[in-house]
């Protein structure tokens, strides 16, 4: 079996592979911990041949982690950012500041659309953008639904928006505090990254598309104008690609990837732009 961690600042995730039929076997997600009890908070690594990691927490999460893995199992990836991979020139210029969530999922983006918008809609919502010859232009990191909604210290934040309200709904005025809230939060969080595709691709000259991942790609999705797929897997995609260890892997299929939507023409990305212009 391959285990594949996926290690944020509070949330972690983990997905349990099979080496021979690339099959998903199992996943769950856990509050991020300096020391990891398998079998508990992970699968039990009497079945792990190998682990690969990502990894945004601090790096002494990451240093005890990689340390318990190292002693239970026999091989240990660990995901850095680097200047180079895959086809992908990193566009930080310090690329190890670049965070590797971001830049796993800028790898696999590329390797299935080369060239994408690659957003991940998680604590901070994060847009980034690889052009179609593999440069990666950077990004933006704005700040997601929870925290926004902390920041305005309502009472609000344990009432989270209904992944399955319609677009129109979250758009609407909001009748009641909760609903105001939680309406203008979509409102800023969908409209950020409506404009930034826009922009970038206007400035670029190429239409690119997009794919959303994070625990809030769901909702966000239905305010999303531009056609886009969802991919949960995608910083999976992306250990996958940089660390190919099935037969599938190898041969550049990474599980759970969807189908690249087709982009709008760049023509009426900037009549849209121009529009929002004037108004």
């Not at 232009?137 to 704005?142: A, C, E, M, R, S």
């Not at 989270?160 to 969080?189: C, F, K, Q």
């Not at 999705?221 to 949960?232: K, T, Y």
């Not at 550049?252 to 982009?263: E, L, Q």
């Amino acid at each position: 079996m391959i285990l594949d961690l996926d290690i944020g600042n509070t949330l972690s995730k983990w997905r349990l592979k099979d080496a021979d039929s690339s099959e998903i076997r199992s996943r769950g997600a856990v509050w991020t911990r300096e020391e990891w009890r398998p079998g508990a908070d992970i699968p039990d690594l009497d079945v792990v041949e190998a682990v690969r990691i990502s990894s945004v927490a601090r790096a002494a999460v990451l240093d005890e982690t990689v340390g318990l893995l190292r002693r239970r199992v026999r091989h240990v990836h660990v995901a850095r950012s680097t200047a180079e991979a895959l086809g992908v020139v990193n566009g930080y210029a310090e690329p190890g500041r670049l965070g590797v969530d971001r830049w796993l999922g800028a790898l696999a983006g590329y390797q299935l659309a080369g060239g994408c918008c690659a957003v991940d809609c998680g604590s901070a919502i994060t847009i980034d953008f690889v052009l179609p010859g593999g440069q990666h232009l950077g990004g933006f990191i704005v700040p997601g639904l929870r925290l926004m909604k902390e920041s305005l210290k309502l009472g609000t934040r344990n009432v989270a928006i209904d992944p399955e309200s319609e677009a129109d709904e979250l758009l609407e005025p909001g009748r009641r505090t909760v609903d105001a809230v939680n309406h203008g939060i979509y409102m800023a969080a969908v409209s950020a990254i409506n404009r930034i595709y826009s922009e970038v691709c206007d400035q670029e000259g190429v239409a690119l598309p997009m794919l959303l991942t994070g625990g809030d790609a769901r909702v966000i999705s239905r305010g999303v104008q531009v056609p886009h797929a969802v991919w949960p897997d995608m910083v999976y995609g992306g250990l996958e690609a940089r660390f190919p260890l099935t037969l599938a892997e190898r041969a550049g299929k990474m599980a759970g990837a969807p189908r690249v939507p087709d982009p709008v023409s760049l023509e009426k990305i900037r009549a849209g732009l121009a529009f929002s212009m004037l108004l």
